[in-house]
């Protein structure tokens, strides 16, 4: 069940970002989730097991060497930089969290390529 959960989060976005929520507190949790409800993404907790099958049977890059402590994803919406933005700024305002990894279109990132991609504006072109 957990793996399928994971799953349908997955199926929601074209990215996936890694963060580690060890010592954000509940108040915060809910003002970062607002934060990201502009962007249409979501945060969540996830066990590392989990995501790690989930990931694998998704045939999407390895974060094994990412996935150790509290780790929560945070996928949704249309754009990937917005997010990723406004997670930079969180977690420097707040000096607590911190982005683990993520990957982008099947591409994996770093923490310093998803702060990268942060400063990228993206255009949809219809």
């Known amino acids: 069940y957990l793996v399928e959960e994971v799953s349908t989060h997955l199926d929601k976005s074209s990215y996936v ?3 580690d929520y060890e010592r954000i507190t509940v108040e915060e ?4 989730r607002a934060l990201l409800d502009q962007h249409e993404a979501e945060f969540h907790v996830v066990k590392n097991t989990i ?3 989930a990931a694998a049977a998704r045939e ?3 974060m094994d ?6 780790t ?11 997010v990723a933005k406004t ?18 279109d099947s591409i994996a990132l770093q923490a ?13 072109v219809t």
């Open 72 to 82: 929560a994803i945070v996928i949704g919406g249309e754009d990937p930089s917005g």
């Open 17 to 19: 970002y890694l963060t």
């Open 51 to 53: 995501f790690g099958v």
């Open 29 to 32: 949790i809910a003002e970062l």
């Open 87 to 104: 997670l930079g700024k969180f977690f420097k305002d707040k000096d607590k969290v911190e982005l683990k990894a993520g990957i982008l």
């Open 112 to 124: 310093g390529e998803m702060q990268s991609l942060s400063k990228v504006l993206l255009f949809n």
């Open 60 to 62: 999407l890059p390895s």
């Open 65 to 70: 060497e990412h996935l150790s402590g509290p």
